[in-house]
């Protein structure tokens, strides 16, 4: 893992913990898409939104999630158990960040 990787993971946590976001969807399908369910999880924010916004290259109005998975060395199946088994929780990103660090992060 490169140095640039190790300091990416390091500042998403950190992002994750900062309050700077409000947790939106909890429930995503099974290809990982939020489902929406009301206005108030459509104005939060789930974990592979926070790591597009802030890792992710803009190109003609979309992000790419590609760009953002290599930033941090994450897989297409790191992403997914982040979606689905640690964000589609009631946790707080406070909670999620450290169970990012320690099973996805950590497993690697």
């Not at 976001?21 to 990982?32: H, L, M, P």
């Not at 802030?54 to 297409?76: D, H, V, W």
């Amino acid at each position: 893992m490169t140095d640039t990787i190790q300091s990416n993971r390091k500042k998403y946590l950190e992002i994750l913990r900062s309050g700077k976001y409000t947790k939106g969807t909890i429930k995503s399908d099974e290809r990982g898409n939020p489902i929406i369910e009301s206005e108030e999880d459509d104005k939060g924010y789930c974990t592979c939104a926070i790591l597009l916004d802030n890792f992710g290259e803009e190109k003609n109005g979309r992000y790419n999630i590609k760009k953002s998975m290599k930033a941090l060395g994450l897989t297409t199946k790191d992403c997914a158990y982040m979606q689905q088994k640690i964000n589609d929780t009631s946790d707080d990103f406070n909670t999620i960040a450290d169970r990012i660090e320690k099973e996805v992060f950590k497993q690697q």
